[in-house]
């Protein structure tokens, strides 16, 4: 049985896309991006801004946008039996021409973790989507399962203030 991904968190004046593969288990059952406690992205995102984690989903993905921080998965749909990446059978990426035809602010795309970015390329790049305009950037997976620690993760995820000018 198939297991799908959420709607992005987008808006017009989004410069940078946070792509991930698709929502593990735990945050298909909260219906939340990064839902997992467990998982750096949240935690990363306000630290970078120097603000403490709000508890709200909602307050969450309006702080990405006031941030000009869009969030998706690269795929739509697959096949998978639990959380890993590695497990992903028949999979069935997001409408990337849609989307950068829909937001073109968005200038810069960082993948979480190498998954996402192989994807990425395998299944949207591929297909001549024209993303000629954007810039890709590879960032450590905010995943538990990539057991670098959160301050070697952060100071590579930094290249986000950079992107957005600040």
Not at 14 to 20: D, F, Q, R, S
Not at 32 to 56: A, K, P
Not at 93 to 104: C, H, K, Q, R, T
Not at 117 to 133: I, P, S, T
Request: proline share 5%; hydrophobic share 35%; with cysteine.
């Amino acid at each position: 049985m198939p297991i799908y991904s959420f709607d992005p968190i987008v808006d017009d004046n989004c410069k940078v896309l946070i792509l991930g593969t698709m929502p593990g288990v735990i945050s298909l059952k909260r219906q939340q991006y990064y839902g997992n406690m467990q998982n750096n992205f949240w935690r990363i995102i306000y630290s970078l801004f120097g603000e403490t984690i709000d508890e709200d989903y909602d307050r969450r993905k309006k702080f990405l946008l006031v941030h000009n921080i869009a969030a998706w998965d690269v795929l739509k749909a697959c096949e998978r039996e639990g959380s890993s990446d590695s497990e992903i059978r028949d999979p069935m990426p997001n409408d990337f021409a849609w989307l950068f035809s829909s937001y073109p602010n968005i200038a810069n795309v960082c993948f979480n973790g190498g998954p996402a970015e192989r994807l990425y390329k395998r299944y949207v790049e591929k297909r001549g989507v024209n993303a000629a305009d954007k810039t890709f950037y590879s960032l450590p997976s905010t995943s538990p399962a990539y057991t670098i620690g959160f301050e070697r993760k952060f100071e590579q995820w930094k290249l986000l203030l950079t992107l957005l000018d600040l």
